[in-house]
């Protein structure tokens, strides 16, 4: 016998109304809104609300769930002392998910209801893009900037990483990326929130597993290896070569291919604007760049393997987040930063589904293919007789 579900291809685990994705024609919706709709129309904090309160809130609920993100703009002083103890040149992702580990201690409310998991949620959203700038300014032995409780979601973390308010069109390009990273249905890290909380664990070791989840090159970790390709090839003449090279040693393009999507990623087709629009604001060459690398990626892998691939969510925000002045390592966390929203989305689903089939343990089965003697097992044999 062999294994038949190997990577848990198109196997249903579990009901959702968090949010569907239509791989074959390319379409994203979360809570029953289409991501290409809420770019237009919604903002981050809109977005969040609505996949934590499963519709598009009222102006009411709205405001009271800004105002309580905007409260929780704080973090505890051990926090911060934690944080200047890590080594300065440790990974961002290794220091978010440790911290996000840590709040948990700082957490006194016992309750799991739901309204405690909704107020840890609304916690988590504000605490993470603390978390992040704080920990790039410690590294860079730069003051931190204290988090605004004037600015929006999106400019905060822009201020808080340089120290000055960022530019109107910047801070909603930002925005924008925010809105498409929120939520993508049972995604590695989103499945990894789920199967961590289906053990009743707390939020935060749900999103902490989560954040290691994302930080691999196949996920989250995509985008950082998207602009350190980009960097390293520099120019739109060197691509062709590197492209043909790269794909002759059966390695991977990152940033290209996706799990779901056989069509374009609706998400990137956003983005891929948003880095053009960058590339032409900042006079920098990296759209270019990367249009080359998803046309020969797209020319050579039909010459290859026959097959058609797209671009993903990484491709282009790596190149949208650089033209930002944001600092390649920390892309991936920037990814946290947003998808935390459907993280914990998922988790009080999880924990709170009220119909039938109610989620349960997770505790798939797999093939032993090892040492096999016979049904009572094999003979020990001490170990002074062992060769
Ligand atoms: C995301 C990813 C893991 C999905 O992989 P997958 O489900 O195996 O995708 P497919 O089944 O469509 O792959 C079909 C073939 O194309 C290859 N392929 C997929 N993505 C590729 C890429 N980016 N570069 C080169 N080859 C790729 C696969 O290796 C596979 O080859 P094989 O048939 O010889 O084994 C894969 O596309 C990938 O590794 N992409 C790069 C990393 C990345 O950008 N991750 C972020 C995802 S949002």
Redesign the pocket.
């Known amino acids: 016998m062999e294994t038949k579900n190997i990577g848990l291809r198109n196997i249903e685990v579990a009901d959702t109304k968090v949010s569907s994705i239509d791989g074959l024609n390319g379409k994203l919706i979360y809570r029953g809104y289409d991501i290409l709709d809420l770019v237009k129309k919604s903002t981050f904090e809109e977005t969040a609300c609505m996949l934590l309160n499963e519709d598009l809130p009222t102006k009411d609920v709205l405001s009271n769930f800004s105002d309580r993100l905007v409260a929780s703009r704080e973090i505890h002083e051990g926090i911060e002392a934690g944080l200047r103890n890590f080594p300065k040149n440790a990974n961002p992702m290794d220091v978010l998910q440790s911290s996000v580990a840590q709040l948990a201690t700082y957490d006194n409310e016992k309750s799991e209801d739901r309204n405690a998991n909704y107020r840890r949620a609304i916690s988590l959203i504000s605490k993470i893009p603390i978390i992040v700038a704080y920990w790039d300014r410690i590294r860079k032995g730069k003051e931190l900037v204290k988090p605004s409780k004037k600015l929006g979601h999106a400019e905060n973390f822009l201020y808080m990483l340089t120290g000055s308010e960022p530019d109107k069109e910047f801070s909603r390009i930002f925005d924008i990326c925010l809105i498409l990273h929120a939520e993508h249905s049972f995604n590695a890290s989103t499945f990894a929130a789920r199967e961590v909380s289906s053990t009743r664990a707390h939020m935060y070791a749900a999103v902490s597993a989560a954040i290691g989840a994302l930080s691999g ?3 989250g970790g ?1 985008n950082f290896k998207v602009m350190q390709m980009l960097l390293e090839i520099k120019s739109e003449d060197k691509v062709e070569s590197w492209i043909k090279e790269r ?1 002759s040693q059966d390695k ?8 779901v999507y056989k069509t374009f990623d609706p998400r990137a087709e956003v983005l891929r604007e948003l880095s053009k629009r960058l590339s032409e604001k900042t006079s920098q060459p990296w759209y270019n760049i990367t249009k080359k690398i998803e046309d020969l ?1 797209a020319e050579e ?1 039909k010459k290859i ?1 026959g ?1 058609d ?1 797209f671009p ?3 491709l282009y925000s790596a190149s949208a987040y650089y033209m930002l002045g944001i600092q390649p390592d920390l892309n991936t966390p920037i990814f946290a930063i947003s998808r935390v929203a459907g993280w914990t989305a998922h988790i009080i689903e999880e924990k709170f589904a009220e119909a039938a089939p109610k989620p349960m343990l997770y505790r798939p089965k797999a093939v032993y293919v090892g040492k096999y003697c016979g049904p009572s097992g094999c003979e020990y044999i001490p170990l002074e007789k062992r060769q």
């Open positions: 090159e196949l996920h995509a794909l991977k393009i990152m940033g290209m291919g996706h799990a990626t892998m393997k097959s691939i993903n969510v990484d």
